[in-house]
């Protein structure tokens, strides 16, 4: 059964930090690119950044490129977000997801939410200002 679960997320002020977690399994984790993207209320869903676990290359959104660093660790089939500088609009629930894949570089849009396969349950986050 594959199975990927987040955790990691809460509360924090902003110009605070959190650490994401993406724990997968019921698949290869080396074929598969993983994504984080994140849904605010009354807002659609958006990608934030995914990395390919094969050949290490990641991928940001502007909106969080320098503030956020993807990471995994192929040891754990874990996937990392390391998010700093956080804001009041990153405010929104965080899911990991997998689509297939060894690279970032070669998906001409890396972060189509419909080209992913399998999806967390999701972790919240409140930026409070």
């Known amino acids: 059964e594959v199975q990927l679960v987040e955790s990691g997320g809460g509360l924090v002020q902003a110009g605070g930090s959190l650490r994401l977690s993406c724990a997968a399994s019921g698949f290869t984790f080396d074929d598969y690119v993983i994504g984080w993207f994140r849904q605010a209320p009354g807002k659609e869903r958006e990608g934030v950044s995914c990395?390919?676990?094969?050949?290490?290359?990641?991928y940001y959104e502007d909106s969080v490129r320098g503030r956020f660093t993807i990471s995994s660790n192929n040891a754990k089939n874990t996937v990392y977000l390391q998010m700093n500088s956080l804001k009041p609009e990153d405010t929104a629930v965080y899911y990991c997801?997998?689509?297939?894949?060894?690279?970032?570089?070669?998906?001409?849009?890396?972060?189509?939410?419909?080209?992913?396969?399998?999806w967390g349950q999701g972790t919240r986050i409140t930026v409070s200002s």
């Open positions: 997801a997998a689509r297939p894949g060894h690279s970032v570089v070669v998906f001409t849009t890396p972060l189509n939410w419909y080209e992913y396969d399998y």
């Open positions: 990395i390919s676990s094969s050949d290490g290359s990641t």
